[in-house]
Antibody
Framework: QVQLQESGPGLVSPLQTLSLSCSVS??????????WSWIRQHPGKGLEWIAH???????YYNPSLRSRISTSVGPSKRQFFLNLKSVTAADAATYYC??????????????WGQGTLVTVSS | QSVLTQPPSLSAAPGQRVTISCSGT????????VSWYQQLPGSAPKLLIY???KRPSAIPDRFSGSKSGTSATLAISGLQTGDEADYYC???????????FGGGTKLTV
């Protein structure tokens, strides 16, 4: 059973870049038919999808964040990454990585990391 | 404001059956599969339903999903206190080219 674990700085200064990684065990980012995804949740709020990346590096980004985000897959295919530039207080949230299962017309998330809380403050 | 509309909260007694609605448009629910997630307090979301009405093997059959037109419904029967959680629907939106979620429904048992 695949397991995911986020890691990141916890605290980021305003206007800096937030860099997060997600470690995958029990599976590989190189597996077929999956997207490797980032989703965030502002305190007390709902879920917001950020991005998908496929094993080949093909990406889908949330249009509202596209200008500030980039994603990549590690060379070992056991990690994938999120960079979010020019963060503000509005980016403070719990960030989840998840495995997305691609089916015609949708992606559903069958495995989730435990989440990492990101605070934006100087 | 979320693209998909859910009731903010619902309350029901143990043993009862409750339904949670998720309303969208032809750009999202009307033409794509819907999934549902349960988020227990302090935990990450967990997949409950995928492709409108399919359950992962570990999910009990007390949980069921359906879709009609531009709306989807999650039903939970035989409510237990352990079902107290936030529930989210999700799907792809063809116009936004984005995965979208409902605002979540807080279920009190």
């Amino acid at each position: 059973q695949v397991q995911l674990q986020e890691s990141g700085p916890g605290l980021v200064s305003p206007l800096q870049t937030l860099s997060l990684s997600c470690s995958v065990s029990g599976g590989s980012v190189g597996s077929d038919n999956y997207y490797w995804s980032w989703i965030r949740q502002h305190p007390g709020k709902g879920l917001e999808w950020i991005a998908h990346i496929s094993r080949s590096g093909y990406t889908y980004y949330n249009p509202s964040l596209r200008s500030r985000i980039s994603t990549s897959v590690g060379p070992s295919k056991r990690q994938f990454f999120l960079n979010l530039k020019s963060v503000t207080a509005a980016d403070a949230a719990t960030y989840y990585c998840a495995r997305g299962v691609a089916v015609t017309g949708s992606v559903y998330f069958d495995s989730w990391g435990q989440g990492t809380l990101v605070t934006v403050s100087s | 404001q979320s693209v998909l509309t859910q009731p903010p909260s619902l309350s029901a007694a143990p043993g009862q059956r409750v339904t949670i609605s998720c309303s969208g448009t032809s750009s999202n629910i009307g033409n794509n599969y819907v999934s549902w997630y349960q988020q227990l307090p302090g935990s990450a979301p967990k997949l409950l339903i995928y492709e409108n009405n399919k359950r992962p093997s570990a999910i009990p059959d007390r949980f069921s999903g359906s879709k009609s037109g531009t709306s989807a419904t999650l039903a939970i029967s035989g409510l237990q206190t352990g079902d107290e959680a936030d529930y989210y629907c999700g799907t792809w939106d063809n116009s936004l080219t984005a995965d979208v979620f409902g605002g979540g429904t807080k279920l009190t048992v």
